[in-house]
């Protein structure tokens, strides 16, 4: 049984956030993640926020309490904790997705990033695929 866990949430933006501080944000959150070994993908529409975010338990948690005490963002809902076998987004610190018109450091195309291009061999709808993916689709800019 692996030790790890994938959280989803979702929050909305505390007021219309520049790309600068979007960029800002996701240096650090990709530097600390990397540190701590979370992977995941962070989407952003309409001044809303969609994050998964995926490792051990322990290092799950520790970001999650950093990710809840940014005063950019409110309201935030867990909708999914729980133990998985393996990563969804293995490859990404964070992965970024938005319909924001605007350039962002690493603008991945969400595609990409919900499916199997990723280069795992079979595309498995996980529930936080599921999930991510119909917050992309039911969301407009
Ligand atoms: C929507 C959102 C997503 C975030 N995701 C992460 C994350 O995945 N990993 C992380 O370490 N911090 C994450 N953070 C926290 C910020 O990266 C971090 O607290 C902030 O950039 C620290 O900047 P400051 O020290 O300049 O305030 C997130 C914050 C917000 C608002």
Redesign the pocket.
């Known amino acids: 049984m692996s030790n790890l866990k994938s959280l989803v949430y979702v929050?909305s933006a505390t007021r219309n956030l520049s790309q600068a501080e979007i960029d800002?944000?996701?240096l650090?959150?990709?530097e600390?993640?990397e540190k701590y070994n979370?992977t995941?993908v962070?989407m952003?529409i309409g001044g809303n926020?969609m994050?998964c975010?995926e490792g051990t338990v322990d290092n799950v948690e520790l970001?999650y309490e950093?990710?809840k005490?940014?005063s950019?963002?409110y309201g935030l809902i867990q909708l999914i904790y729980r133990p998985i076998e393996c990563r969804d987004f293995k490859d990404w610190e964070?992965a970024y997705c938005t319909k924001e018109k605007t350039v962002s450091v690493a603008p991945y195309n969400h595609e990409d990033i919900l499916s199997s291009k990723l280069g795992t061999s079979s595309f498995k709808k996980t529930p936080s695929r599921i999930l991510l993916h119909s917050f992309w689709r039911s969301n407009s800019a």
């Open positions: 929050s800002h944000l996701l650090s959150a990709r600390r993640n979370v995941g962070l952003y926020f994050q975010i970001i950093i990710i005490a940014n950019l963002h964070m």
